[in-house]
């Protein structure tokens, strides 16, 4: 079967810009997560979707990100305006259920110059 | 607040040597640890799991210990080869949570 596939796999913007990520979980998975990893230091949950619905946005930094899963299927993760310290390498992992691991993406590496 | 805490950024340890990674957790509500493996440009890899009411899985050259009254667990990887050189996350999570805490990773290097 197909693995998490994310788009793009890396992006370089200017602070103030717009970036939209992208996240195509592996077919028939309801849960779907996104996480971010800054700087080398640990990876932080973002938010969890089962099917379209947002079960737990707690970890969202702010009101500069916006995250969608239409219809259930892919995701997306909107960033605007882009600051400096959103800068890092943004995972989506997705599940059948949450009893085992996740499969991650191979992440999307934002740069914000 | 970290809850998942990994105080070796590194490790390096020759080839066929036992590598022990460890980990340090605060949450007395973790119930379920995780370990995951990355190597450069991918995703990180579920690489072995263990649930609060066991002290010990194993899975073929991997094994996690589990010490809840100290809040610690640890990967050992035995014997190390060239190919388990990555990143080693530790990961936790309560019992109807499926959001992951992770810690902020150890770099294993194998020697030749």
């Known amino acids: 079967e197909a693995g998490v596939t994310q788009f793009p796999s890396h992006s370089v913007i200017e602070k103030g810009q717009t970036v939209t990520l992208r996240c195509d979980p592996i077919?028939?998975?309801?849960?779907l997560y996104w996480y971010r990893r800054v700087m080398g230091k640990e990876i932080k949950f973002l938010l969890h979707?089962?099917?379209?619905?947002?079960?737990?946005e707690s970890g969202m930094p702010n009101n500069r990100f916006l995250a969608e899963r239409t219809g259930g299927t892919y995701s997306t993760l909107k960033v605007q305006p882009a600051e400096l310290e959103d800068s890092g390498v943004y995972f989506c992992?997705?599940?059948?259920?949450?009893?085992?691991?996740?499969?991650f993406g191979s992440g999307t590496r934002l740069t914000v110059v | 607040d970290q809850q998942v805490k990994q105080n070796s950024p590194s490790l390096s340890v020759q080839e066929g040597r036992i590598s022990i990674l460890n980990c340090d957790y605060t949450?007395?509500?973790?119930?379920?640890f995780l370990w995951y493996k990355k190597y450069p440009a991918e995703g990180p890899t579920f690489l072995i799991s263990i649930s609060s009411i066991k002290d010990k899985n194993e899975d073929g050259r991997f094994t996690v210990f589990l010490n809840k009254s100290a809040k610690h667990l640890s990967l050992h990887i035995v014997p190390s080869q060239p190919g388990d050189s990555a990143v080693y996350f530790c990961a936790a999570r309560g019992s109807n949570d499926y959001k992951l805490s992770f810690g902020a990773g150890t770099t294993v290097t194998v020697r030749a």
């Open positions: 077919s028939g998975h309801d849960n």
């Open positions: 979707f089962v099917k379209e619905s947002k079960q737990d």
């Open positions: 949450n007395s509500m973790f119930d379920y």
């Open positions: 992992a997705s599940s059948q259920d949450g009893n085992y691991g996740y499969t």
